[in-house]
């Protein structure tokens, strides 16, 4: 019983860091209709950002996070200007298969930069882990939980109340309506890119604080697609439930399944969740339905 | 268009042949093809038939994304289902090669099947991410079905051979590919002038259109998806004989995403384009090898920055040809083909 509880701990703050990365996917989504299969790799670049800043400029900690948000910013402004700007109108194929392309891209880059040796973080954060009395949480995925919390709030309130905000509604509710009202859909695209790269990379950097960072961290950015399928592609909330749900039963999977069948199925329990999620209820738990019957 | 070149039926229109002059050029390079492999050596012949394996994956994947528009994310995993078909049949039943080439089709037409089955509900976007869930999940039974597949030790395979002829070398394995490419491609180039290949357009254009006119979308999307993993199968398992050993390294999302570029750069909805995209992003790593290669000579040790360049130049002309050529190297052969038709008066 005690694994049990501290295998849904657990699962609980790695769907926390989960639903970071999601946020990312939802707040681009949510205004561009783009799904950004880069993610994974904005993460990665944003956790090696971050480390560089560290320990090459031997800035605090705070500097360096604030300097990969910036870096973030500017990332995803050049992408949406140079490489998303152009597709606008074209199929969902080629949107799909450009994000692709820049991921590649971007893993190439990072490859020959940082080489793809594997690194792990200085300690940031206090190594002492959190006791809960029936669990314990490890300090990185207590303060990955932290920062999700902290940013999915930081979003939802910036989405809610400010002027930015409720313009960036207005465009994914209806472009032609929001022109028409003003709003320069163009600067809604823009930031809509770099909030949703400064989420990721915030995923970044908390992942990189666990597990450390390689190249092929980005991987996990093809997992967190069962996150935002099952909260619902466009739901901000959506995307923090689906985190903590994916998260637990990823985790049960691994205590439960994994003895069963020799391995492997904690890693896959995120595929299979989503073919069923798609096959069940396509638009997921808080998504906008579309019904269409063709 | 070409003085004195009136079409006045649609049959004549929709003539693969279109002229005596297509049918010159076509019969000369086929003669080409024939000659190849006596005057190649073997590593030309070992691209030629990493060309064909190519060439044929891809064409069942434009009939199904260039033509029916259903986005695939998971090629690969055909490709692999094939792949492991077609080698069990033939060490653990005991098959002849030839006869596990349709049975690996079928079967990977299958789990295409399957796989299709959620494009009836979901499409665009989610039909895109749920074929990149039928990847890592094929991809792990793969390794995990170990009882069947071997894991990740793979499966030896024998060389295929008629009577006492042996397939071994490139050369002998050369004419099996060149066999199967014509076949697949004039089927593909036939299928798509017929109901079928138009009902599959018009899904593409306007799903709800085609079905008002009464296109069957559940039966065509299906037929798709299975023809489509049928070259993917049969794909799949020429390559992994003529490899001689198949082990689920073969078929990652890498794959599947290659696939895609071909197709994309080759132009979507061409079979023409799928040749041209498969031998362009066939011979696009090999060159970069060659590259490497030579500056290994002059330079040491800055090599190993090849090793990530394939990516990058992979993913920069994915974006580039979306950017500023959406329609391929089909398009481009075309205008090229346009300018020298009626020069020098073009107007």
């Keep these: ?294 | 268009m070409r003085c004195g070149d009136f079409k006045e039926t649609y049959i004549k229109d929709e003539e693969i042949f279109q002229s005596l002059f297509v049918k010159f050029w076509l019969g000369l390079f086929f003669v080409f093809l024939i000659i190849f492999p006596f005057v190649a050596s073997a590593y030309y012949l070992y691209v030629a038939n990493m060309i064909g394996f190519a060439i044929i994956g891809t064409v069942g994947l434009n009939l199904l994304t260039g033509f029916t528009g259903q986005i695939s994310l998971g090629h690969a995993a055909f490709v692999g289902v094939g792949a492991y078909t077609s080698a069990i049949l033939v060490t653990r039943l005991g098959f002849s090669f030839w006869l596990s080439i349709p049975f690996a089709g079928l079967i990977a037409a299958f789990a295409g099947m399957i796989i299709g089955i959620p494009s009836l509900r979901v499409k665009g976007l989610y039909l895109c991410i749920a074929t990149l869930a039928a990847q890592f999940i094929f991809e792990f039974v793969f390794i995990h079905w170990e009882s069947l597949t071997k894991g990740i030790t793979g499966i030896n395979i024998p060389a295929p051979s008629i009577g006492s002829l042996q397939f071994v070398t490139e050369k002998e394995f050369y004419w099996i590919t060149l066999f199967f490419v014509v076949l697949g491609v004039g089927y593909a180039r036939n299928l798509v002038r017929s109901r079928m290949g138009r009902a599959f357009v018009a899904i593409r254009d306007r799903d709800l259109s085609a079905e008002i006119i009464g296109i069957n979308l559940f039966r065509y999307k299906l037929s798709a998806f299975a023809i489509s993993s049928f070259y993917a199968g049969v794909a799949g398992a020429l390559w992994v004989t003529f490899l001689k050993v198949v082990t689920p390294d073969h078929f990652p999302f890498i794959l599947s995403i290659q696939y895609l570029a071909m197709i994309i750069i080759g132009g979507l909805g061409s079979t023409l384009g799928s040749i041209f995209g498969a031998i362009f992003i066939t011979l696009t790593p090999e060159l970069l090898n060659h590259l490497s290669e030579v500056v290994k000579a002059y330079a040491p040790g800055h090599e190993e920055i090849f090793v990530p360049m394939k990516e990058v130049i992979f993913g920069l002309l994915i974006v580039l040809f979306l950017v500023f050529e959406p329609r391929g190297l089909a398009e481009i052969w075309n205008r090229i083909k346009n300018f020298f038709r009626l020069w020098p008066f073009s107007y």
Excluded: H
């Design chain 1, 1 to 294: 019983m005690d694994i049990l509880i501290q295998v849904i701990v657990t699962g609980l703050a790695t769907g926390g860091v989960y639903g970071l990365i999601a946020l990312g996917f939802v707040l681009i989504y949510k205004a561009t209709s783009v799904l950004n299969l880069a993610m994974g790799e904005f993460m990665t670049l944003g956790a090696f950002v971050c480390l560089t800043a560290l320990l090459q400029l031997k800035a605090p900690f705070y500097l360096a996070f604030i300097l990969t948000l910036l870096m973030a910013c500017a990332l995803g402004f050049v992408i949406e200007r140079l490489i998303l700007r152009p597709l606008i109108g074209e199929p969902i194929i080629s949107v799909i298969m450009v994000t692709i392309g820049l991921g590649l891209i971007l893993k190439g880059l990072m490859y020959m930069i940082w080489t793809p040796s594997f690194r792990t973080f200085p300690e940031i954060f206090p190594p002492k882990p959190l006791l809960l009395g029936f669990a314990v949480v490890p300090s990185g995925l207590l303060w990955g939980f932290v920062f999700a919390i902290i940013g999915t709030i930081i979003f939802l309130l910036i989405f809610k109340f400010s002027r930015t905000g409720i313009a960036m509604r207005a465009t994914a509710n209806d472009q032609q309506a929001a022109l028409s009202m003003g709003i320069s859909v163009r600067w809604v695209f823009a930031l809509a890119w770099c909030f949703g790269a400064m989420a990721s990379v915030i995923g970044g950097i908390v992942i990189g604080n666990i597990s450390g960072i390689s190249v092929y961290m980005g991987d996990i950015g093809l997992k967190v697609l069962a996150v935002i399928i099952l909260g619902g592609l466009d739901s901000i909330g959506g995307a923090i439930l689906g985190g903590f749900i994916i998260g637990i039963l990823e985790n049960l999977t691994g205590l439960y399944i994994d003895p069963l069948i020799g391995g492997g199925a904690k890693g896959m329990a995120p595929f299979i969740i989503l073919v069923i999620i798609l096959m069940v209820r396509p638009y997921g738990l808080f998504g906008k339905e579309l019904i269409e019957r063709v």
